[in-house]
Each structure stands twice: as C-alpha cells, then as structure tokens.
C-alpha cells in the first residue's frame, strides 16, 4: 500500500528547509518538518497555506549557524565558521587603527591651528567611532553581545562619516570600497559569533597587546604628514593605515603558508586581502593623473592579487573533506 503524497504545507516546508546542508537535512528533516506540521494543525490545500515567516526565518538563522560552525555541523562547516570568526576578529582591529588615525589627524589638526580645523560634528563622530576599540577588547574578552553593540555603534559612524566627508557627487569606488570593509566586519561578526559557539575568553595580554603593538604605526602618518603639509601621494599609500595593513596581510599571509597554518587561517586571510584590494582596484585605472600613484597602487593590488590567490588555494586545499548524507560523524 502506497503511502498518501504529502499535503501542500508539507511540500513547502521542505522546499524551506533546502536552505540547511544536506548531511543536516538528512538527519533532522522528517523531524523537523513534523514539529512545524504539529504548529500549524491540519489546513486544507484549498487554502493555500505557506510557512510563516517566522519560522522561515528560523529556518534560514539556523541554515547560516549550521553552515558556520553550528550544532551538528560537519568538521567542514567547523572550519569556514572559524574562518568568519577570524574575518571579524581581523575587521575589528582593521576599523580600530582607522578611528585611531582619525582621531589623531583631528588632533594634530587643532594643535597645530591648521587652516581648516575639523567642524565639531566630525569630532564627535570620530571619538564615537574609537567604539571599534572596544568591540575588539570585549570580544577578546568573550563578551559576544556587547562586541557586538559597540561593533554596531563603531559602524553607524563610520558610515555617517564616509557619507559626509565629500559631496555626494564626488563619491565613488573607494568610499564604496570602505563601506564595504565596514558591512563585511558587521555580518562576519554578527553571523560568525552565534549562540552555538561558546566564548572564547582571552587573556587580557592577548586582547590588549595587537592593537598596543599596531598603535604606533598609525602615529606614522600623522607624523610624516601633519595636515598643513603636502602629502607624497605614493608613499601615503603605503605607510597610511590601509597599506600599512597590505603590508602586514603580505608578511602574515606568507609566514602562514610556509608553516601551514589551519584552512581557517588561511581563508580568514584570503578574505581580508580581498577586501583590502578593492580598496586599490580604482587607483589603478587613471595612470595619467599621477603615474607614482598608478605604479604604486597596481604594485599593491598585484602583490595581493597573488597573495589572495594563494591562500584561498590552499585554505581550500587543506578544509577537512565534507561530510556525506546520511553518514554518521567520526566518533
């Protein structure tokens, strides 16, 4: 006796539940497609039911934690949900040396009386956006929620400054470029830090010596360039706070592939060094506007170019094999 072909709303929640991974499907969909039934009680076809969209968004939620690291994700999962983690971990203290460096520039600016002092309104925005910092040391710290509040502040303001510091007319790719370093921290940190991952709780040496080690650097520039002085265009390429992080992403991203470094290292690196290049892609293209500033940038986007490349290759090389449907997971 054949079985009865199942209802409508049934049919649906399936099709939802395609989202999960399949090695997930295999062993929680029956399941959970009869806790969902049960909720939503008999309803005929004739009236069309569909999903909430709570529960569809539930399911999506879950989608994205299982594929991150979540519970009963595969060792495969595991390891991209590291790898978001480290993105985030990155981002943060990437977007804290910028809000530092902001800080600063206006400082010295009121310090030296330059000739266009710094409007109250981008001060405060700057001292906000110094927020990062602490998202970063709580995070650290294993203090996910509110990392990720003072992550979200940090954030907003970045974004109102990037939005207010030209005319909207002259704003093109490497504002967009920013932003996109911004919102690409925010979701790696919101989406990689879910409630199946346990805080890590760091001691305070390692939460607070990074950023102290990396502070002086961002001195460099403020430094070398006072704001009355003409800046030399290329060499504020490489030693403003984005290329001092090209150069470090290069040094590290090397000495991870000759020690073999873990497949999240690896692609956590790939990702950031992706970032970081679509920030230089634009400088690139108009080589008759200033040929040092083409023959630096070019330089910079090739160097990552390959390094990216490089290290998306064998993060992808060493993940752990993905988990077959139905199959068991090693004891």
């Given amino acids: 006796m054949t079985e009865p072909d199942p209802v409508l709303l049934e049919q649906r929640y399936r099709s939802v539940l395609r989202i999960l991974p399949a090695s997930y499907r295999v062993e929680r969909e029956d399941e959970m497609v009869a806790a969902f039934m049960e909720m939503s009680g008999e309803v005929p076809d004739e009236r069309n039911p569909r999903p909430r969209w709570g529960e569809v968004a539930s399911v999506v939620a879950l989608a994205v934690r299982v594929r991150l690291g979540g519970a009963g994700a595969g060792p495969r999962f595991v390891a991209w949900g590291e790898a978001v983690r480290l993105v985030a971990l990155l981002g943060l203290g990437y977007q804290a040396l910028l809000s530092l460096y902001s800080l600063l520039s206006i400082g010295l600016a009121a310090v030296l009386d ?60 490497p504002q967009a470029a920013s932003a996109l370093t911004v919102v690409a921290t925010l979701l790696a940190l919101l989406a990689g830090f879910h409630r199946d991952v346990p805080p890590v709780r760091r001691p305070w040496g390692a939460a607070v010596l990074p950023p102290a080690l990396a502070a002086p650097l961002v001195v460099l520039p403020v430094v070398a360039f006072p704001p009355a002085a003409e800046p030399i265009v290329w060499l504020s390429l490489w030693i403003y706070p984005d290329g001092l992080a090209i150069v470090a992403l290069l040094v590290t991203g090397a000495v991870a592939l000759a020690r073999h470094r873990s497949p999240s290292v690896l692609l956590a690196l790939a990702m950031g060094g992706a970032l970081l290049m679509a920030s230089r892609l634009p400088l690139g293209l108009p080589r008759e506007y200033n040929e040092p500033v083409w023959t630096t940038s070019v330089t910079q986007g090739a160097l990552l170019a390959v390094m990216v490349v490089s290290l998306m290759i064998a993060g992808l090389r060493r993940l752990p094999a993905a988990r077959r449907p139905g199959l068991e997971p090693a004891s």
């Fill in 114 to 173: 330059a000739p266009s002092p710094a409007p109250w309104s981008r001060v405060v925005l700057a001292v906000v956006d110094c927020s990062w910092f602490a998202a970063y040391a709580v995070l650290m710290r294993g203090h996910v929620r509110p990392a990720k509040a003072a992550a979200l502040a940090g954030g907003a303001t970045s974004l109102l400054a990037l939005l207010t510091a030209l005319p909207i007319d002259l704003m093109g790719w």
